[in-house]
Structure formats: C-alpha cells, structure tokens
C-alpha cells in the first residue's frame, strides 16, 4: 500500500502519516511532499500509488487546479482533499472536479480510517455532518465545463494552464521543450474539447479553477 501525504503544514502531514500508519499498517509506503513541485517526482516514482491527501491551499497547487491535474494525469489514483476550508460551495466543487473524498482539517483523525476505507472501495465520501448542506451547495464551475475538462491531455492541461498566465504559443513550446507547431496542434485540440472560439475563452474557462479571492 502507497500513499502520498502532501501538505505544507509540517505538523499536519506528520500527523495524517501516523494515523494513515494506524490504519495501513506498518508495511505501508508513506511518502510526503510540501509542494505540487515535489508531488509530481513522487508520483512517477510510485505511479501504482493507492490514494493521496491533497491540501486544497498547498504551494503550486493554487485552487482547484491541483486537484485537476492530478485527476487528467493519473485519473486512477483518488484524491482526498484536506482542507481547513469547511464552505459547501468549495467541497461540492472538489468532488464534482474528481476528488474521492473531502476531510476538513477541524475533523477528528479517527475518521480518516472510515474515509480510507471508503476511497479504497471506489466510493465518494464526506463527513456524515456535511452531507445534507454540500448536496444542496451550488457549484463555482458547471458541470459541463468539468466533464470538458476531463477530455484533456495531461499535456493539453499544461499548455492550457500557461495559456491562462498569458504565455505565447512560442513561450509555452519552450517551457515544454517542443515545438511551436506542436503547441498550435494542443491549443486547436483544446479550444474543440472546451467548445470555446479562442484562447482567450479557454484561458477565462480555465481561470474558474482558481479559487475566488472571496475563499
């Protein structure tokens, strides 16, 4: 069994991999990182990874855009977010980008066994207390956009994520060492998939997984 912890709080991640320790067992794998830059040489490193906990607010992982990637790239690997943001808004929204399950930091560790459990069985879960208030929750992104958004190549994700920060088709070919022919070739693949007309849309639609200054 594999699980990547990854957190920016020292303590927390601490805490969750000795609770996941509790429940794995001792032969478990846990493995952690403090950022979105050190999660992903985890990943490729460990690609048969059983779930990971994914601090909403964690460096470089800015809003939903974390979860996202992490969803286009390895789709077979849940994600459990843990936050301290306990809004319904924000977590009916987690789970309808793809994540298995949402634990509030405020929660008491022992669920975080029921919350395994459940993920590993291929179920969504949340706390009992907040079901009621996150089903009746509206979403910041429809869920068009969402399925859309799944039909991206994790390299399409990428040159659609610079795109947002302004990059030019030659900037992006060079952060991603390809050529610009190539790029062109990504962005008319993901202006079909998200159904929008030009960059400047996709860049607007891919804006909206970014958390509101508001959360």
Request: charged fraction near 20%; glycine fraction near 4%.
């Amino acid at each position: 069994m594999i699980a990547l912890i990854a957190d920016d709080h020292p303590l927390f991640r601490v805490a969750l991999s000795q609770a996941c320790a509790n429940i794995l067992g001792s032969d478990a794998l846990l493995l952690q990182a403090q950022n979105m830059q050190q999660l992903w040489p985890l990943l490729r490193a460990h690609p048969d990874t059983n779930f990971i906990f994914l601090d909403l607010k964690m460096p470089g992982s800015d809003g939903f855009t974390g979860l996202s990637a992490l969803r286009t790239e390895y789709p077979d690997v849940p994600v459990i977010m843990v936050s301290a943001e306990e809004d319904p808004v924000i977590i009916k929204q987690a789970l309808a980008l793809g994540a298995a399950a949402y634990i509030p930091k405020s929660a008491p560790l022992e669920l975080l066994a029921e919350a395994v459990e459940a993920v590993l069985k291929g179920d969504i879960w949340l706390p009992a207390e907040l079901v009621a208030d996150v089903s009746n929750a509206k979403t910041l992104i429809d869920d068009d956009f969402a399925g859309r958004l799944e039909q991206l190549t994790p390299q399409q994700f990428r040159v659609l994520k610079m795109i947002a920060d302004g990059l030019l088709n030659k900037q992006i070919a060079y952060e991603m060492n390809v050529q610009e022919t190539t790029i062109k070739q990504h962005v008319s693949a993901i202006l079909r998939k998200l159904n929008v007309n030009n960059r400047t849309l996709a860049g607007i639609l891919f804006e909206k997984l970014r958390l509101p200054e508001s959360f």
